[in-house]
């Protein structure tokens, strides 16, 4: 019998160290990958949010494999490298898929035997037997996946349930993003094409997993607001989970425009939801158009108000997002958003730096533009995440930046702050207890994340190092030539 090893790298860098607990999710997707591997085959999954697949001197911890597999975001890819050479230095061939080897296979392609891109799911079988027949190919590029694949698939979360604790387990409804924001990786992963599985397949894996998990979570990118069709098949969705009795802790992603079906709102908050995630950016209509966040300019700005109060109405968390660092942005920035936060009532506001992830519009604006500083690839991936700068801020300084969010932390964040707004959340979400005591965990797992995010600042600004770009790139700007800003340069 051989031995496959699928591994979730350690999110270096993202959260800090002492926050992992923050991303306590079940990798339900390599959970696919164990159910789609035949049978002859022993399948051991290793997440390093719990568990190091290798050691501090570089040793793999595991024994007996004949292949592995890892899956990576890029915040992910340098630790990842790091999991394949300690493989390779044993003679383990190994595998790498996700969405970074998607976004710059060309550089994956350095570490690994194989190259996967897109969604694994959909060539999985045909890899593993191409590795048993001695024909593994250096790349395969996988396709978007048919929704109606999950209906004879289920995640194996009952192998990962047993060997690690999560308090979270996620579910597929949908796949794929038609919206083109300038700085999500999601269409060029998923596809811009919008897919949705069946319902009574939705209502029965749910179904089979009702109350086995302190919460769920609808892994869809956006599960409302595409178009009239398919709000009617999520509020079907809903309205499902309540005629079946399918009681359960959620949440899930969605778009702002969600606030004014009332009858969704209501039949999710009887389904057990408890909240959900709304990426609001930016308070400031040029920083939306910037951002080509559209879905929320139809909205405007002055509806926020209201948009979230009748969602909490409901008795519903509001989950909103927020970014700085955009061109738009200036100092005067913070203290706006600040008020808002406060005069709307949002219940968890989570604020981080715009990130120019690989490959998205906004990564090539940025690099056409010869902002970027943190080109030392791979080891500096791991700066790719809301919690790092990586690039030349346009209308406000370095201190600026590490000012304004230490205002924010201090208006909105500091525990005295999140007592009163969780009273709030108390006195409004009253018909969904359960609701306000899921903001309040999440403001205060958010608060140390927050205080790792500032201390990235702070060290970044103590190393002189962003001065120094800075200055080059000034330079630069008045010679009218564009000077790399560090010695390595930046993937296409």
Request: charged residues 25%.
């Amino acid at each position: 019998m051989k031995k496959l090893v699928l591994i979730n790298p350690h999110p270096i860098g993202n959260v800090g160290e002492e926050n992992v607990s923050v991303l306590n999710q079940m990798p339900v997707n390599l959970g696919y990958l164990k159910r789609l591997t035949p049978r002859h085959w022993q399948v051991d999954i290793i997440d390093e949010t719990q568990e190091l697949a290798i050691d501090s001197a570089g040793n793999i911890t595991f024994s007996g494999a004949d292949l592995v597999g890892i899956t990576s975001v890029s915040y992910q890819a340098h630790r990842a490298y790091q999991i394949a050479t300690a493989c390779k230095k044993k003679g383990i061939p190994v595998i790498m898929g996700g969405i970074h080897a998607t976004s710059y296979p060309e550089e994956v392609a350095k570490y690994v035997d194989c190259v996967v891109t897109r969604e694994a799911i959909t060539i999985w079988e045909k890899i593993l037997a191409d590795f048993e027949n001695g024909v593994l190919q250096k790349r395969y590029d996988g396709n978007l996946t048919p929704m109606e694949l999950y209906r004879d698939l289920r995640s194996d979360r009952e192998y990962l349930k047993n060997k690690y604790k999560y308090r979270y387990s996620g579910i597929i409804t949908t796949a794929g993003c038609p919206f083109s924001c300038e700085f999500c990786s999601v269409p060029q992963f998923q596809g811009k094409k919008y897919r949705e599985r069946p319902v009574e397949d939705v209502l029965d894996e749910l179904e089979s997993i009702k109350g086995q998990y302190r919460g769920l979570i609808l892994t869809d990118e956006n599960f409302y607001g595409h178009s009239k069709k398919s709000n009617e098949r999520v509020r079907a969705l809903f309205k499902g989970m309540v005629e079946r009795g399918i009681y359960q802790n959620w949440f899930g992603f969605t778009s702002l425009n969600i606030y004014s079906d009332d009858e969704t709102l209501e039949y999710m908050v009887r389904s057990g939801c408890v909240g959900m995630l709304i990426g609001i950016e930016s308070i400031n209509e040029e920083a939306l158009k910037t951002m080509n966040k559209n879905v929320n300019l139809r909205i405007s700005i002055e509806k926020y108000f209201e948009a979230i109060a009748n969602i909490r109405k409901h008795g519903l968390a509001v989950w909103g997002t927020m970014v700085f660092g955009n061109d738009a942005d200036t100092p005067e920035t913070f203290k706006q958003v600040a008020d808002f936060v406060l005069d709307s009532h949002v219940d968890i506001m989570t604020c981080g730096i715009l990130c120019p992830f690989i490959n998205t519009p906004l990564y090539h604006r940025l690099k056409s533009d010869n902002r970027l500083f943190r080109t030392n690839f791979p080891e500096d991936w791991k700066y790719y995440t809301s919690h790092h700068l990586t690039y030349i801020l346009k209308n406000m300084s370095l201190q600026e930046l590490i000012d304004g969010f230490q205002y924010l932390y201090d208006k909105i964040y500091a525990t005295e702050v999140l007592r009163q707004r969780f009273q709030n959340a108390k006195d409004v979400l009253s018909k969904n207890m359960n609701a306000a005591m899921f903001a309040f965990r999440v403001n205060l797992d958010w608060q140390n994340v927050y205080q790792h995010l500032i201390q990235n600042l702070k060290a970044l600004q103590v190393s002189g190092f962003y001065d120094r770009v800075l200055k080059l790139y000034n330079e630069s700007e008045r010679q009218g030539e564009k000077t790399s800003l560090t010695p390595i340069e930046v993937p296409s």
